[in-house]
């Protein structure tokens, strides 16, 4: 596929592709925008069938960075990086040292962090050969679990949903279904829990259910119910592609507010919410703590900075419902032009110069 032509191209600044052929590195690096700064976004391993497979997904997941970092009002511009190969057999440290070496050629344009198929043990390993890499355990750093500082924001977004749609401060006495209780949800559960929240979850996982029926007082929903039973809030907290034309119609929600990626399976289903009077909360703004948490390693902010700046997150969520209510439109829209808006705007200023 002629990269210009593809449907997924949107002016991406630069896509390289890496070919080593001493150590098998086959590796697609996708820079979509440096408007803010050095475009940031991690490293996907994945036994891609097609070249072309790999650089959709190259293109697609850059592009979501940049409005992902604009959005949380970070320094940063949106990158990706695909390699092609099977993350349980293809791994090497020689391929890794290339690949850090293919991440250098691009002078601190593209920083990397972790991605599906890259594993916490696997960062040190490229980190010996390149300076340009983020968002895992470094000593003396701030970074490595973001779950903890995703889960403060979503536990703010959602407060902040909650406060815009039912006018209340509080969700003490609220029904809330949270749908996964991993590292984001089961952190979710536990903040409102301690407000006063009466939750309803789910889990594939039955020890994760215990704990929180246990500790948390919670009731337990089969994760086929989860997503449609009555509540007040649906946080979704586990998978992808959620909201779709068969669950929206039987939602019983009037805010949906969690940590999970992607959760329209397609955008249209933002204006299906709108127009049953959901509100939405965009993901990719709600999760945004586990990208400042990256961000945090860059910039060397302390715990504190990160802290406050997951909480701006409930700020930046309350500016696009009320601009959502205003226009009439889909809050996954108007996330979407904010986010466009302030890469325009760093455009007219001097930009970030990379390390
Ligand atoms: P996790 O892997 O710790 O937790 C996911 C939980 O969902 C697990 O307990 C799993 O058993 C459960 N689950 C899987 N399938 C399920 C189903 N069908 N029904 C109910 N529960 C199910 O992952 P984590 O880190 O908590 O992330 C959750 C979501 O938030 C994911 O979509 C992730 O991409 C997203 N996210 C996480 C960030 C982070 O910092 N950890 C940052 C931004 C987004």
């Given at each position: 596929m002629n990269v210009f032509d593809s449907p997924d191209f949107d002016h991406h600044e630069a896509v390289t592709f890496f070919d080593d052929v001493n150590t098998g590195l086959k590796a697609i690096i996708?820079?979509?925008?440096?408007?803010?700064?050095p475009a940031c976004g991690g490293t996907r391993m994945y036994p891609y069938i097609t070249t072309d497979a790999a650089l959709t997904d190259a293109l697609r997941l850059s592009?979501?960075?940049?409005?992902?970092?604009?959005?949380?009002?970070?320094?940063?511009?949106?990158?990706?990086?695909?390699?092609?190969?099977?993350?349980?057999?293809?791994?090497?440290?020689a391929?890794?040292?290339?690949?850090?070496?293919?991440?250098?050629?691009?002078?601190?344009r593209y920083v990397t962090a972790m991605d599906v198929g890259i594993?916490?043990?696997?960062?040190?390993?490229?980190?010996?050969?390149?300076?340009?890499?983020?968002g895992y355990n470094q000593p003396g750093k701030a970074g490595g679990d973001?779950?903890?500082?995703?889960?403060?924001?979503?536990?703010?977004?959602?407060?902040?949903?909650v406060k815009h749609r039912l006018g209340v401060d509080t969700t003490k006495g609220l029904r809330v279904a949270i749908q996964g209780l991993g590292k984001v949800g089961m952190g979710v559960a536990k903040r409102l829990h301690s407000e006063g929240a009466k939750l309803i979850v789910a889990d594939t996982d039955m020890f994760a259910v215990k704990e929180a029926v246990e500790k948390l007082g919670a009731v337990a929903a089969t994760p086929d119910q989860i997503v449609t039973v009555e509540c007040d809030v649906l946080s979704p907290n586990a998978l992808g592609a959620i909201l779709n034309d068969q669950s929206i119609a039987r939602l019983h929600a009037r805010v949906v507010a969690g940590g999970a990626n992607n959760q329209l399976a397609r955008?249209?289903?933002?204006?299906?919410?709108?127009?049953?009077?959901?509100?939405y909360a965009p993901d990719y703004v709600i999760n945004g703590g586990g990208i400042i948490r990256v961000a945090a390693q860059i910039e060397n902010w302390s715990d504190a900075e990160v802290e406050r700046r997951?909480?701006?997150?409930?700020?930046?969520?309350?500016a696009?419902?009320?601009?959502?209510?205003?226009?009439?439109?889909?809050?996954?829209?108007?996330?979407?032009?904010?986010?466009?808006?302030?890469?325009?705007?760093?455009?007219?200023?001097?930009?970030?110069?990379?390390?």
């Amino acid at each position: 596929m002629n990269v210009f032509d593809s449907p997924d191209f949107d002016h991406h600044e630069a896509v390289t592709f890496f070919d080593d052929v001493n150590t098998g590195l086959k590796a697609i690096i996708a820079i979509h925008s440096t408007a803010l700064g050095p475009a940031c976004g991690g490293t996907r391993m994945y036994p891609y069938i097609t070249t072309d497979a790999a650089l959709t997904d190259a293109l697609r997941l850059s592009k979501g960075m940049s409005y992902k970092n604009a959005i949380a009002d970070l320094p940063l511009g949106g990158g990706k990086a695909c390699i092609i190969g099977n993350p349980a057999t293809d791994k090497s440290d020689a391929k890794f040292a290339a690949y850090a070496e293919a991440i250098n050629t691009l002078g601190g344009r593209y920083v990397t962090a972790m991605d599906v198929g890259i594993l916490p043990p696997d960062m040190p390993v490229i980190a010996r050969g390149t300076k340009f890499i983020a968002g895992y355990n470094q000593p003396g750093k701030a970074g490595g679990d973001s779950g903890p500082a995703t889960a403060l924001g979503v536990f703010g977004g959602l407060k902040a949903a909650v406060k815009h749609r039912l006018g209340v401060d509080t969700t003490k006495g609220l029904r809330v279904a949270i749908q996964g209780l991993g590292k984001v949800g089961m952190g979710v559960a536990k903040r409102l829990h301690s407000e006063g929240a009466k939750l309803i979850v789910a889990d594939t996982d039955m020890f994760a259910v215990k704990e929180a029926v246990e500790k948390l007082g919670a009731v337990a929903a089969t994760p086929d119910q989860i997503v449609t039973v009555e509540c007040d809030v649906l946080s979704p907290n586990a998978l992808g592609a959620i909201l779709n034309d068969q669950s929206i119609a039987r939602l019983h929600a009037r805010v949906v507010a969690g940590g999970a990626n992607n959760q329209l399976a397609r955008d249209h289903h933002g204006a299906m919410l709108r127009d049953r009077d959901i509100l939405y909360a965009p993901d990719y703004v709600i999760n945004g703590g586990g990208i400042i948490r990256v961000a945090a390693q860059i910039e060397n902010w302390s715990d504190a900075e990160v802290e406050r700046r997951v909480c701006a997150i409930a700020d930046t969520l309350t500016a696009i419902f009320v601009r959502a209510a205003r226009d009439g439109e889909p809050t996954n829209v108007i996330a979407d032009r904010m986010a466009v808006e302030r890469m325009a705007e760093g455009k007219t200023r001097a930009p970030k110069a990379a390390e």
